[in-house]
């Protein structure tokens, strides 16, 4: 009764003064209230909500470290999704008790049933981000979990020991990350590793060196102090082999043949084909590996999808299918062209495109690729499909990265996006990268001094090699030099002579 009286001696309020105050009330949560007479109550939730918004805009602007940490921590991603779904709640409720002290008791069934739309309007309104919000924290810690273990839990022969939580690249100028891109295949016998690469990183700038090696190279070296070294002591080779024995001891059979012959040489691992990689690689181009990371190529597609495609220049033909060596052609093309948007299926062919082409022209298709999908990866793209990611995540990644890294790795990669990659350019002939014996010396010395020429200042990488002096003034007439800015090498520049 005292409510009822209370709104008769009110002037009534129009359907639109009602509606307006009650977004208003949705809006800054607790003003409908105080509107409604029910002013303590609002005055507390106002002030308790404008609270939240500027703590949460202090943390954003002053507290970045944090809310990155809390994006890879577990722990974290489980409190957030809880914290969304209580806050979302309760920013419900008050919308709804709003609606209710603003609306007059004695108006007419339309007026309640419009009204009763437009709050549930408004409800929907922040039931369904915050939904997702709630999912999107849940795949994450999904991914976390799946993908990195800690480092406590994981094996590995061949990481670091241990991890600096407070300062992971205090003594670490450059992280050496290998990156495999591995064919499972139904049509193939184990795993083969089409695509090695290895990503030196300043730690500092975040600007990126890109080392690709071709997948057919021979006598792949093993460091002296790897027990793999007594068993192929001029490394993985063997000689007088045709090229289909060959293709056996080559870098890309290395993954699946060399554990099978050697199980559990190395010690405890959970992934034994990739410990003996980094080993090999690392010593291949004098750089200490520090960890890899394994991306299934059956799943890429699934990743370039869920990042809604990827635009790259496309110079020459790139066959999706066709066997070079049996003279069968493929059934479909990509034709070139600058700034293709290609879905996953078309980039897969993209990057892992044979027919008609060479292991030069896949590995600058490859890292084209993956500078397509650092540029894809926005802000807009990881909030708006991130549930979609995390899941394609999930299929395509295999890594010994520990968790307790990851808050500072997500920091170095917001560097690296805006930092400088550039591709290492690897000169063939006179490293003799098609012969059986690669001069393995002379690679150590070129990845040397392209790391010694970053436009950023590093600490030159440990090298067994020795350095040789070298002049610091470079003449306008010379060729470029041992590094290559992606930008350019992706940049669209059409070949004439195209495969067909």
Not at 196 to 202: E, G, Q, T
Request: charged share 20%; glycine share 10%; hydrophobic share 40%.
């Amino acid at each position: 009764m005292g409510r009822r009286a209370h709104e008769a001696g009110k002037r009534p309020r129009s359907m639109p003064n009602l509606l307006s105050l009650t977004l208003l009330g949705a809006l800054l949560p607790g003003l409908g209230l105080i509107a409604g007479g029910r002013r303590r109550i609002g005055a507390f939730i106002l002030t308790l909500s404008l609270g939240l918004v500027g703590l949460g805009v202090y943390v954003a602007l002053t507290r970045r470290d944090e809310v990155l940490a809390a994006a890879v921590v577990p722990s974290r991603l489980l409190m957030t999704s809880v914290a969304i779904g209580v806050l979302g709640f309760h920013w419900i409720v008050v919308i709804v008790a709003s609606h209710r002290s603003l609306r007059p008791a004695t108006g007419g069934v339309g007026g309640r049933v419009v009204g009763a739309m437009f709050v549930g309007v408004l409800c929907f309104a922040i039931a369904a981000p915050a939904a997702i919000g709630v999912q999107s924290a849940l795949a994450q810690r999904t991914l976390v979990q799946d993908v990195f273990q800690a480092q406590a839990e994981g094996k590995s022969a061949t990481r670091p020991s241990t991890v600096n939580v407070e300062d992971p690249w205090e003594d670490k100028p450059r992280l050496n990350l290998l990156l495999l891109g591995g064919d499972d295949a139904p049509s193939r016998e184990g795993v083969r590793t089409d695509t090695v690469i290895v990503a030196s990183i300043d730690t500092r700038t975040g600007n990126t060196a890109l080392i690709s090696l071709p997948r057919n190279l021979t006598f792949m070296p093993f460091p002296k102090d790897s027990p793999l070294s007594k068993y192929y002591p001029n490394g993985f080779g063997k000689e007088g082999l045709g090229l289909e024995d060959r293709l056996e001891w080559m870098l890309t059979a290395m993954y699946q043949n060399v554990p099978d012959a050697h199980p559990g040489i190395l010690g405890p691992s959970d992934n034994e084909g990739a410990d003996v990689l980094k080993q090999s690689v690392g010593e291949a181009t004098g750089l200490k590996l520090d960890y890899y990371l394994q991306v299934n190529l059956q799943g890429f597609p699934e990743l370039v999808d869920a990042i809604g495609g990827i635009n790259v220049n496309v110079n020459e033909r790139v066959a999706m299918g066709g066997i070079s060596s049996s003279h069968i052609p493929p059934s479909e093309w990509i034709e070139p062209g600058p700034d293709q948007h290609l879905d996953g299926r078309h980039a897969l062919w993209f990057a892992r495109g044979r027919y008609g082409a060479d292991d030069d022209q896949r590995q600058i298709r490859q890292r084209c690729a993956i500078k397509g999908i650092v540029d894809a990866a926005n802000p807009q793209t990881l909030v708006t499909k991130y549930k979609a990611i995390a899941k394609a995540g999930q299929h395509l990644l295999r890594t010994d990265i520990p968790q307790e890294l990851l808050p500072a790795l997500v920091e170095l990669a917001l560097k690296v996006k805006s930092g400088t990659v550039s591709n290492v350019t690897l000169d063939v002939a006179k490293l003799r990268l098609k012969y059986l014996h690669p001069d393995y010396d002379a690679l150590r010395d070129t990845v040397e001094t392209a790391l010694e020429s970053d436009p950023a200042p590093a600490t030159p990488p440990t090298t067994p090699s020795t350095k040789t002096t070298r002049n610091p003034v470079t003449p306008p007439a010379t060729p470029p030099g041992p590094t290559q800015n992606l930008v350019d090498a992706c940049a669209y520049h059409p070949n004439g002579d195209q495969p067909n």
